[in-house]
């Protein structure tokens, strides 16, 4: 079965640099979520869109934007980038009824050197 | 707002013996409960999840996990514990107060099998 697919898998970037991290959805699934996840800690929630309209925003920094295009993938768009920025960053979807649960990509490991 | 925690940062068990994982809930409304279980480097996995009906639902890899609206609670178990089950456990909840009814973790519990 199709899974959600992350790009790129790693990522090193130095201070000050931008990044852009993809998420490709499962097929028919109506909202993306973007979550971070520092060393040890658990997922903190992003922002995330249904139907490709933004529709809830977490701890987003103002550095960070977000979209999703007319295929449903989505990307993250870093700029500025800080040290502290280094982390796992997740793609979820799933479907918006609340008794669905969220699939998870592989994740981006971003290094900010 | 809706909440879990999960008062265990670690658990160790022996092969073969019984394991439970703990968390507790605060939510207005129903709860929408999840487990996802996560290997180091990997995306979280779906274990199982507590919409309505029995209290003991049933999941992937031989998981469990009772819910107990008295005690707020939704335990996760396994009756006989692998080494390969060693891994970080979150318990999640959905908020149905968000724009997209976002998914909310516990801090995590690591849960570490001795053979």
């Known amino acids: 079965a199709a899974g959600v697919i992350q790009s790129p898998r790693h990522l090193i970037k130095e201070k000050r640099e931008t990044a852009t991290l993809k998420c490709y959805p499962i097929p028919r699934h109506d909202t993306v979520y973007w979550y971070q996840q520092g060393p040890g800690q658990d997922p903190q929630f992003l922002i995330s869109?249904?139907?490709?309209?933004?529709?809830d925003k977490g701890s987003i920094p103002d550095r960070f934007s977000a979209q999703q295009f007319s295929d449903y993938h989505s990307e993250l768009n870093m700029s500025s980038l800080e040290l502290g920025d280094s982390a796992l960053y997740f793609c979820?979807?799933?479907?918006?009824?609340?008794?669905?649960?969220?699939?998870f990509g592989q994740g981006t490991r971003l290094t900010v050197v | 707002a809706q909440s879990v925690a999960q008062p265990e940062d670690q658990v160790n068990v022996a092969e073969g013996n019984p394991l439970t994982v703990k968390c507790t809930y605060s939510?207005?409304?129903?709860?929408?409960l999840f487990w996802y279980v996560q290997y180091p480097n990997r995306g979280l996995q779906f274990l199982l999840k507590?919409?309505?009906?029995?209290?003991l639902v049933k999941g992937s890899y031989g998981f469990e996990a009772e819910f107990n609206k008295s005690q707020t609670s939704f335990h996760l178990k396994k009756p006989s514990a692998l080494v390969s089950d060693s891994a970080l456990y979150f318990c999640a909840v959905r908020d149905i107060n968000s724009g997209t009814y976002k998914y909310i973790f516990g801090t995590g519990t690591r849960l570490k099998v001795l053979a």
């Open positions: 979820a979807s799933s479907l918006q009824e609340m008794n669905t649960e969220a699939f």
């Open positions: 939510v207005s409304g129903n709860p929408y």
């Open positions: 507590y919409i309505t009906g029995d209290n």
């Open positions: 869109f249904y139907e490709k309209m933004q529709s």
